[in-house]
T-cell receptor, first 108, second 113 residues
Framework: DAKTTQPTSMDCAEGRAANLPCNHS???????VYWYRQIHSQGPQYIIH???NNETNEMASLIITEDRKSSTLILPHATLRDTAVYYC?????????FGAGTRLTVKP | DAGVTQSPTHLIKTRGQQVTLRCSPK?????VSWYQQALGQGPQFIFQ???????QRGNFPDRFSGHQFPNYSSELNVNALLLGDSALYLC????????????FGSGTRLTVV
């Protein structure tokens, strides 16, 4: 069901920016891109979402390419607590369908 | 402001039994979605309830059913439990028709033996 493609895993050094890519080449004009993360054994946590403009909040920044076929989630200064599985979702209709996500490991 | 609460947190059932899981949405939310998450996999969408009706359904058999109450809380029922139903069951709440994100509960860990 997922309309997105993400790398299976990534590593990042503590204190550096973590850039997580997502491909969504079949996205439609009115479909939003959402990012969630899931820390081990907890429920997913909403991070950010956007339609076509870049977005920023206290957790992260979302960069969406002009053709909207891909996006990047940026954690500006990754900490050990950012180690989690990150899910990129293209929302179709009223529900969210998760893929396998990217396992981000932040290393000291 | 309470977030999404799920009960129970853990549950052990025997094959063939029935189970009911409960969810109270975040204050102000009117839509509840249920997910099943097997170990090592992403959450799989089961169904979504709004105005006490099932609005969307994922690829799950009829053994999985649900209900939403007038206060927006929801139940997930699973009949004739199979070993493969062992998973973390997540509830998420949201506002119908809005593009804001979902708020998830911490889940119910169901083990079928």
């Amino acid at each position: 069901d997922a309309k997105t493609t993400q790398p299976t895993s990534m590593d990042c050094a503590e204190g550096r920016a973590a850039n997580l890519p997502c491909n969504h080449s079949t996205i439609s004009g009115n479909e939003y891109v959402y990012w969630y993360r899931q820390i081990h054994s907890q429920g997913p946590q909403y991070i950010i979402h956007g339609l076509k403009n870049n977005e920023t909040n206290e957790m992260a920044s979302l960069i969406i390419t002009e053709d909207r076929k891909s996006s990047t989630l940026i954690l500006p200064h990754a900490t050990l607590r950012d180690t989690a599985v990150y899910y990129c979702i293209v929302r179709v209709g009223h529900d969210m369908r998760f893929g396998a996500g990217t396992r981000l490991t932040v290393k000291p | 402001d309470a977030g999404v609460t799920q009960s129970p947190t853990h549950l052990i059932k025997t094959r063939g039994q029935q189970v009911t899981l409960r969810c109270s949405p975040k204050s102000g939310h009117d839509t509840v979605s249920w997910y099943q998450q097997a170990l090592g996999q992403g959450p799989q969408f089961i169904f979504q309830y709004y105005e006490e009706e099932e609005r969307q359904r994922g690829n799950f058999p009829d053994r999985f059913s649900g209900h939403q109450f007038p206060n927006y809380s929801s139940e997930l029922n699973v009949n004739a439990l199979l070993l493969g139903d062992s998973a973390l069951y997540l509830c998420a709440s949201s506002l119908w028709g809005r593009d804001s994100g979902y708020t998830f509960g911490s889940g119910t860990r169901l083990t079928v033996v």
